[in-house]
């Protein structure tokens, strides 16, 4: 068999928009596949000729006797966003953190979620198909959360059809790093909101900044139903599939700052990923008696990749070759059933208002994974890419099995006074067991028992200024092991965090806050042992200042601006022993973000904006003798609203890291990640 260069070739997972698994497609008929045919042909067009193409359409389009529109139809986070601690809407997102990044932690992996308040767990994020938006919320917010975590929250809110809703969005362009995609969402509901559904369909090319690239295709739906005033009944469904040519991720075989390799797919050639997910749940709200109410969910998650085939290229220090190491999962799958009930009462007395709950809340979690042993591939050029042809691999090593099983009871209590003091305290006790059944191996099994709390106080000195406090004890997840690790996809032991916070808020006009807070969060943390395993190594605390602006600073002027200073400290047996440093790897003691949304009174259909993100640098091995340096990326775009044959419709226009430095990242594990150049968006929505 001839080598390979992954430059030349064509995975079906990168060409084939249609995946071969999803015989549904041909179904649907020929009208939707000349659709299909149509795309292929668009995704074809250089990017220029496309935003000109979508340029051109719009002017085309546009009816000049139509007013002016004041509000966009598209996805703008901005303006969704309350502080700067990170909102998404859609492809939009703004602010400090994100929902893989919170105050140096990993909100994915402690598994800190919250749908519209209440407790789940996912196996895979949730398509955008079904969702409104999604916020990251730390300190006093984070704690007004029922149960809440002591490293932050990402809590998802899902599409609603409001009373006599009759909408249809159809959202269509190129997103960064030429991936197409073409989206459609709506939602009905019966004039007196009774009936409802929202949600839609999402189809793309993916192409991500490695050089990979396959398909995706995912769509849900939220039906509701209204039984009584009192009552709401949701549910939800959404399937994703997706496939692409397999995951890449740098390393040094040193201690030192790779190079910057060229612009390419390291890949194997034959590296591919196969993943299918599954979200679904049903949500129900009740007040059955005056100040009496109850809130339920019911949620499970599945996703399963099968294969999931990983590139681990290790850069030399001769800034020119690498050694590749090829790791193939047969089989990774993921289940969940998690749930929550929480009964609450509520009733004044004199200025107070006070609200007592009490809640139950469950999980029980399997996860399987079935690999086979790492295989040197060798020494590529990476100026010249050339792979041998595909090594036979050794058989699997067998079935690995790691079940948990949890159960949380919680009281809590809140009340307001005088309309100036917030007051929440809850008390938790957590069941926590996992069970690990390892290839040919011993099965283990360990009980955690847990007495867990958090209490809040909002204080209310002015009427522009508040003051807040909060501290949380928690129960997290510490994640999975990376796939460079002896032990990769081996569901780590839960942890016991604790966080505290002091701050202030302070509104200077009635559309501009400032808050400004101080926190402490403590915990036992996970990274790479001297023998190559993915474990508990350590306690690391991190303690910082943030800072949060965020509204209108004119009429015409919004801004989300936010800052985040801290000192990260790793403690225990390894750092009292001198095998590793007391800075932990793969985290950056400060972060800014500076966003700014203008209107030009010349321009009224026009909006421009501006985004700017700083990381500092983070030590990329345990002694912290290297690590890749702080870097600056900014974007600018700008949105046109405009009437398309009387429909309300968006171009958005969004370059981003202009400066193209493409600089790296590096996570925990000790991994690299490197960012692409500079990338460009061009979308067209209208909605209907």
């Given at each position: ?148 975590s002591p490293s932050g929250v990402v809590d998802y809110r899902l599409r609603d059809a409001k009373p006599g809703a009759r909408t249809w969005n159809v959202h269509t362009g190129i997103k960064e790093s030429e991936a197409l995609f073409a989206e459609f969402n709506g939602a009905y509901a019966d004039d007196n909101g009774r009936f409802g559904i929202a949600g839609g369909a999402i189809a793309t090319r993916t192409r991500f900044s490695n ?174 890419p050339v792979y041998p042809p595909e090594p036979v691999l050794a058989p699997a090593l067998g079935e690995l099995n790691s079940d948990v099983d949890q159960a949380i009871l919680s009281a809590g209590y809140s009340g307001t006074y005088f309309d100036r003091a917030e007051i929440k305290l809850g008390l938790h006790h957590s069941i926590y067991t996992k069970t690990v059944s390892p290839p040919a191996g011993v099965v283990t099994s360990r009980?955690?028992?847990?007495i867990l709390y958090d209490a809040s106080l909002i204080v209310g000195v002015t009427d522009t200024t508040t003051l807040f406090a909060n501290i949380v004890r928690g129960v997290e997840e510490s994640g999975t092991a990376p796939q460079n690790a002896v032990n990769r996809f081996n569901v780590l032991p839960p942890v016991v965090a604790r966080e505290i916070e002091l701050g202030v808020r302070h509104e200077i006009t009635p559309a501009l ?176």
């Amino acid at each position: 068999m001839a080598a390979v260069t992954p430059a030349t070739r064509r995975s079906r997972r990168e060409w084939n928009f249609i995946p071969a698994g999803l015989p549904w497609f041909q179904m649907l008929g020929p009208p939707y596949v000349r659709g299909i045919g149509a795309f292929h042909l668009l995704r074809l067009l250089p990017a220029t000729t496309l935003i000109g193409a979508l340029c051109a359409l719009c002017l085309a389009h546009h009816t000049a006797q139509a007013q002016t529109l004041s509000a966009g139809t598209g996805d703008n986070a901005a303006l969704r966003a309350r502080d700067a601690f990170g909102e998404r809407v859609g492809q939009e997102q703004v602010g400090l953190y994100n929902e893989t990044q919170v105050r140096g932690f990993d909100l994915a992996t402690t598994g800190a979620y919250r749908l519209e308040g209440r407790y789940f767990l996912r196996e895979f994020a949730l398509p955008d198909a079904i969702l409104d938006g999604v916020s990251v919320k730390v300190g006093v917010n984070a704690a007004r959360q029922n149960y809440p975590s002591p490293s932050g929250v990402v809590d998802y809110r899902l599409r609603d059809a409001k009373p006599g809703a009759r909408t249809w969005n159809v959202h269509t362009g190129i997103k960064e790093s030429e991936a197409l995609f073409a989206e459609f969402n709506g939602a009905y509901a019966d004039d007196n909101g009774r009936f409802g559904i929202a949600g839609g369909a999402i189809a793309t090319r993916t192409r991500f900044s490695n050089g990979t690239g396959g398909y995706s295709v995912n769509g849900g739906i939220v039906p509701q139903w209204r039984p009584s005033d009192t009552t709401r009944i949701r549910a939800i469904l959404s399937l994703e599939n997706a496939g692409y040519n397999g995951d890449v991720i740098f390393s040094t075989l040193g201690r030192y700052i790779p190079a910057k390799p060229p612009q390419e797919n390291f890949g194997a050639p034959w590296a591919d990923v196969t993943r299918r997910s599954i979200n679904t749940g049903l949500l129900v709200d009740t007040e059955f008696a005056p100040g009496w109410s109850l809130n339920t969910i019911v949620y499970y998650a599945d996703t399963l990749r099968a294969p999931s085939e990983f590139t681990n290229v290790a850069l030399r220090p001769d800034n020119r070759t690498a050694a590749v190491t090829f790791i193939r999962t047969d089989r990774a799958h993921g289940r969940s059933l998690t749930g929550e009930a929480t009964l609450q009462r509520a009733f004044g007395a004199g200025e107070a208002t006070h609200v007592l709950s009490t809640a139950v809340r469950g999980r029980l979690s399997r996860a399987l994974s079935i690999n086979r042993a790492p295989v040197n591939i060798g020494i590529i050029d990476l100026q010249n890419p050339v792979y041998p042809p595909e090594p036979v691999l050794a058989p699997a090593l067998g079935e690995l099995n790691s079940d948990v099983d949890q159960a949380i009871l919680s009281a809590g209590y809140s009340g307001t006074y005088f309309d100036r003091a917030e007051i929440k305290l809850g008390l938790h006790h957590s069941i926590y067991t996992k069970t690990v059944s390892p290839p040919a191996g011993v099965v283990t099994s360990r009980t955690d028992r847990k007495i867990l709390y958090d209490a809040s106080l909002i204080v209310g000195v002015t009427d522009t200024t508040t003051l807040f406090a909060n501290i949380v004890r928690g129960v997290e997840e510490s994640g999975t092991a990376p796939q460079n690790a002896v032990n990769r996809f081996n569901v780590l032991p839960p942890v016991v965090a604790r966080e505290i916070e002091l701050g202030v808020r302070h509104e200077i006009t009635p559309a501009l806050a400032l808050s400004v807070s101080g926190f402490d969060t403590t915990k036992l943390t996970a990274g790479l042992t001297p023998t190559g395993v993915f474990d508990l190594v350590g306690k690391v605390r991190h303690r910082g200042v943030e800072g949060s602006l965020t509204g209108k600073v004119a009429e015409a002027t919004s801004v989300v601006v936010g800052v985040m200073a801290m000192d990260p400290t790793l403690s225990g047996a390894l750092v009292d022993a001198g095998i590793v440093s007391t800075r932990p790897v793969g985290v950056s003691s400060s972060l800014a973000f500076a966003g700014i949304d203008h209107k030009f009174a010349g321009l009224p259909s026009w909006a421009f904006d501006a985004r700017m993100t700083w990381q500092a640098g983070r030590a990329a091995d345990p002694s912290n003798t290297y690590g890749p340096k702080g870097f600056i990326m900014m974007s600018f775009g700008a949105r046109y609203n405009f009437l398309w044959d009387g429909q309300r419709a968006q171009l958005r226009l969004l370059t981003s890291n202009l400066f193209g430095g493409r600089p790296f990242v590096v996570g925990p594990s000790g991994l690299f990640n490197q960012f692409g150049p500079a990338t460009y968006r061009a979308t067209l929505r209208v909605t209907f």
